[in-house]
């Protein structure tokens, strides 16, 4: 049978986690002092004190002597706290220490951060020699900034001195009349320029009184690197010790058995036609002529294949000059598919090996805009230039002077047409041609004009706008020219005449 005392083992816990609420735990003692109006459940207004007295005593006195295994796991003081500085005495202090709470809190050891704990650590060491007023300053609580007040306190002594005698160097007057390093720099880097500037250049741009000097406009042109100035003196120079090798032989139509020079000139004002039609460059058509020619000079052709030399000789230079060549099916077609495509690449490798693969061939419109550059790139005058220079691809008679003299010899009486002023120093040492070397080539441009229309496409191509009617202009000058001053000219260039010309006259 079990004792009654059991029945009145009641006991009620308020949070665990609030350390401020007292334990309110139920014992039988407890339960003996409280009243008939009161329950168990109810909580004390005052926190109970533990007093050094024993527990009392029920009926049988059981209750005295039986452990209380349960308690003896949570107890709140243990054998070793109980006994502290009132011990020596024989009594035993209050158990007031250590909350149930605290101690349940803390099951790793680890303190909970107060108010009084400090974090001056993070901020570092403070510096002995600094003011009072910055050490009685703290970081406000929960700021979350804690690196601001230590860059505050890095000022020291040695930093200070080092802004006062920046301050003392500021406020110091520089010395007057003294040159410094960078001015000396700056001269030295600019003679430098100027040396090379000179090294390269043969003469400085002035304004040349003396019209027997000329001026060396390629000057402006140090700046632009696609000009080239440093190296087109010697590149032009290359060109024209170029130009003699690649010159057709003017007679080799004595040596061909079925061809006249009537039938190249047909030839070329188709090939010209062809030229149009593609829009290619006009380097193309000068490089096509000098192909056909010098193949002309190395080999005999038939009469029925003269048309394939041609289109292969454009096929050939369409290649070397154009960024996009036609197709050879086009040269076909053009030809109205008088040849195979395998007619027209077998013709290819034949004529390349002829020529040795040689195809540097100075072109005459790389003079003609050097030239230009004398004339100020006047627009006009180089349109007629470009007119008189295809003459020379039409008439045979210019086979026997090189492509720089003929360029020379275009420009020349595109001035002459247009009045753009006499032939100065300037423009003779840029053509490199002086105006008594340039009358025979001018001589035979005049001759052409004055005659009859020879070619009529080539004759149609620059009576458009679009090349503001050369032919037209050119032609009625050369009229007027002739009918004042033609009776001497025609007389000096009666031997030189062709004897082609009419028939050529009869064919167009």
Same mark, same amino acid.
């Given at each position: 049978?079990?004792?009654?005392?059991?029945?009145?083992? $009641?006991?009620?816990?308020t949070?665990?986690?609030?350390?401020?609420?007292? &334990?309110?735990?139920?014992?039988?003692?407890? =339960?003996?002092?409280?009243?008939?109006?009161?329950?168990?459940?109810?909580?004390?207004?005052?926190g109970?004190?533990?007093?050094?007295?024993?527990?009392?005593?029920?009926?049988n006195?059981?209750?005295?002597?039986? #452990?209380r295994? =349960? %308690?003896?796991?949570?107890?709140?003081?243990?054998?070793?706290?109980?006994?502290?500085?009132?011990?020596?005495?024989?009594?035993?202090?209050?158990?007031?220490?250590?909350?149930?709470?605290?101690?349940?809190?803390?099951?790793?050891?680890? +303190?909970?951060?107060?108010?009084?704990?400090? &974090?001056?650590?993070?901020?570092?060491?403070?510096?002995?020699?600094?003011?009072?007023?910055?050490?009685? #300053?703290?970081?406000?609580s929960?700021?979350? /900034? =804690?690196? $601001?007040?230590?860059k505050?306190?890095?000022?020291?002594?040695?930093?200070?001195?080092?802004?006062?005698?920046?301050?003392?160097?500021?406020?110091?007057?520089?010395? +007057?009349n003294?040159?410094?390093?960078?001015?000396?720099?700056?001269?030295?880097?600019?003679?430098? #320029? /100027?040396?090379?500037?000179?090294?390269?250049?043969?003469?400085?741009?002035?304004?040349?009184?003396?019209?027997?000097?000329?001026?060396?406009?390629?000057?402006?042109?140090?700046?632009?690197?696609?000009?080239v100035?440093?190296?087109?003196?010697?590149?032009?120079?290359?060109?024209? @010790?170029?130009?003699?090798?690649?010159?057709?032989?003017?007679?080799?139509?004595?040596?061909?058995?079925?061809? @006249?020079?009537?039938?190249r000139?047909?030839?070329?004002d188709?090939?010209?036609?062809?030229?149009?039609?593609?829009?290619?460059?006009?380097e193309?058509?000068?490089? *096509?002529?000098?192909? !056909?020619?010098?193949? %002309?000079? =190395?080999?005999?052709? $038939?009469?029925?294949? %003269?048309?394939?030399?041609?289109? &292969?000789?454009?096929? !050939?230079?369409?290649?070397y000059?154009?960024?996009?060549?036609?197709?050879?099916?086009?040269?076909?077609?053009?030809?109205?598919?008088?040849?195979?495509?395998?007619? !027209?690449?077998?013709?290819?490798?034949?004529?390349?090996?002829?020529l040795?693969?040689?195809?540097s061939y100075?072109?005459?419109?790389?003079?003609?805009?050097?030239?230009?550059?004398?004339?100020?790139?006047d627009?006009?005058?180089?349109?007629l230039?470009?007119? %008189?220079?295809?003459?020379?691809?039409?008439?045979?008679?210019?086979?026997?002077?090189?492509?720089?003299?003929?360029?020379?010899? *275009?420009?020349?009486?595109?001035?002459?047409?247009?009045?753009?002023?006499?032939?100065?120093?300037?423009?003779?040492?840029?053509?490199?041609?002086?105006?008594?070397?340039?009358?025979?080539?001018?001589?035979?441009? !005049?001759?052409?004009?004055?005659?009859?229309?020879?070619?009529?496409?080539?004759?149609?191509?620059?009576?458009?706008?679009?090349?503001?009617?050369?032919?037209?202009?050119?032609?009625?000058w050369? #009229?007027?020219?002739?009918?004042?001053?033609?009776?001497?000219?025609?007389?000096?260039?009666?031997?030189?005449?062709?004897?082609?010309?009419?028939?050529?006259?009869q064919l167009?």
């Amino acid at each position: 049978m079990a004792p009654p005392a059991r029945a009145l083992r $009641q006991r009620t816990v308020t949070n665990e986690n609030d350390e401020n609420a007292g &334990t309110t735990r139920m014992t039988r003692a407890k =339960a003996a002092g409280l009243g008939s109006h009161e329950s168990a459940a109810d909580v004390p207004k005052k926190g109970l004190q533990v007093k050094k007295s024993t527990a009392t005593l029920g009926a049988n006195g059981a209750a005295a002597t039986r #452990k209380r295994a =349960a %308690l003896g796991d949570v107890s709140n003081v243990t054998k070793s706290d109980a006994l502290g500085a009132g011990a020596k005495d024989g009594k035993k202090p209050l158990v007031t220490k250590i909350g149930a709470v605290s101690k349940a809190s803390q099951p790793t050891k680890v +303190q909970k951060l107060s108010r009084n704990a400090s &974090t001056h650590s993070i901020l570092g060491t403070k510096d002995k020699k600094t003011t009072a007023s910055s050490e009685l #300053k703290r970081p406000l609580s929960g700021s979350g /900034i =804690a690196g $601001q007040p230590a860059k505050k306190r890095t000022n020291t002594s040695a930093g200070s001195k080092k802004e006062e005698d920046l301050e003392e160097t500021e406020n110091v007057m520089p010395p +007057q009349n003294v040159v410094t390093e960078k001015e000396v720099t700056q001269s030295r880097t600019t003679k430098t #320029k /100027i040396a090379v500037i000179e090294e390269f250049v043969e003469e400085p741009v002035e304004v040349i009184d003396d019209e027997n000097k000329p001026q060396n406009l390629d000057l402006e042109d140090v700046d632009d690197p696609l000009m080239v100035s440093e190296y087109v003196v010697e590149i032009f120079e290359y060109l024209k @010790e170029l130009e003699i090798a690649t010159m057709a032989n003017p007679d080799y139509m004595d040596s061909q058995n079925e061809l @006249e020079w009537k039938m190249r000139g047909i030839l070329v004002d188709w090939l010209l036609e062809v030229h149009t039609r593609f829009r290619l460059l006009p380097e193309t058509l000068f490089l *096509a002529v000098n192909i !056909i020619d010098r193949f %002309l000079s =190395a080999k005999i052709v $038939q009469l029925d294949r %003269l048309q394939l030399v041609g289109v &292969t000789a454009m096929f !050939i230079a369409s290649k070397y000059e154009e960024v996009l060549s036609p197709h050879v099916q086009n040269f076909r077609h053009v030809a109205d598919d008088g040849f195979t495509e395998d007619e !027209i690449l077998s013709a290819e490798r034949f004529v390349l090996a002829a020529l040795n693969y040689d195809l540097s061939y100075p072109n005459p419109m790389n003079f003609l805009r050097r030239i230009s550059k004398a004339d100020n790139y006047d627009i006009q005058t180089r349109t007629l230039g470009k007119y %008189l220079l295809e003459i020379g691809c039409l008439d045979h008679r210019f086979l026997a002077h090189p492509p720089s003299q003929v360029a020379a010899a *275009a420009m020349y009486l595109a001035r002459l047409v247009l009045e753009r002023g006499p032939w100065d120093a300037t423009l003779a040492h840029y053509a490199g041609y002086t105006e008594e070397e340039i009358q025979p080539v001018l001589k035979l441009m !005049i001759n052409y004009l004055s005659g009859p229309v020879a070619h009529e496409a080539f004759f149609k191509k620059y009576a458009s706008k679009k090349f503001l009617k050369a032919s037209i202009v050119l032609r009625k000058w050369a #009229k007027e020219y002739v009918a004042e001053f033609g009776d001497a000219l025609l007389e000096e260039e009666e031997d030189s005449k062709p004897q082609s010309l009419p028939r050529s006259k009869q064919l167009a």
